[in-house]
Structure formats: C-alpha cells, structure tokens
Nanobody, 115 residues
Framework: QVQLVESGGGLVQPGGSLRLSCAASGSIFSISVMGWYRQAPGKQRDMVAFITSLGRTNYADSVKGRFTISRNSAKNTVFLQMDSLKPEDTAVYYC?????????WGQGTQVTVSS
C-alpha cells in the first residue's frame, strides 16, 4: 500500500504563489507517473498536471504558463509550484502516483485564492 502526504496548501491573494508537496511512502514499486488533480466545490475532479519518470510533463490549459510540476524521484516526492494564482484556482488539490498499474491518492490539501 502506498501512502501519500500532501502539504503546502493555504490562503493566498490573487497573483500570489504557493508550492505544494506530496511525498509517497510504503509499498512503492516503479512509480511511473506522479501528478495533481483538483476539485472545486460542486465540480468534478480535473487533472492539473503530471510528470513521468522520464521527466515529461503535461498541464491543463487553464494552468499552462503559471504552474510548474517537478519531482524528486530519489525521494518519491512531487511538487507543484503555483504562480499568478487566480480565484478560479481555488479547490482541493489531490496528488496521485501510478505504480504497477495501480493509482494511489493523497488526502487532499485546500488552496484558497481570495483577497
């Protein structure tokens, strides 16, 4: 079983920045993809960004140019640097990892962008 612990969420003003972290532990074998989804109140959970074991990245159109995903494979950790935040970025952010055809999720961290 894989455990994911997220940190870094909080309240920030529009235009501000936050950095989310997610550390994986437990029965980790050959993590292929690490990434982030988010879910705003009353909406579905949407992909934000992911990064493969080879460093290839993919972003949702709504965050391109503002968010940057990175990973430390040696520490099984993934990061999401969020800049130029907008009120519409407000959501619970969930990290995930894909390992040997199974997906594990973190518990979620709240990000609120408001003045």
């Amino acid at each position: 079983q894989v455990q994911l612990v997220e940190s870094g969420g909080g309240l920030v003003q529009p235009g501000g920045s936050l950095r989310l972290s997610c550390a994986a532990s437990g029965s980790i074998f050959s993590i292929s993809v690490m990434g982030w989804y988010r879910q705003a109140p009353g909406k579905q959970r949407d992909m934000v960004a992911f990064i493969t074991s080879l460093g290839r990245t993919n972003y949702a159109d709504s965050v391109k140019g503002r968010f940057t995903i990175s990973r430390n494979s040696a520490k099984n950790t993934v990061f999401l640097q969020m800049d130029s935040l907008k009120p519409e970025d407000t959501a619970v952010y969930y990290c995930y990892v894909d390992s040997l055809s199974s997906r594990s999720w973190g518990q979620g961290t709240q990000v609120t962008v408001s003045s």
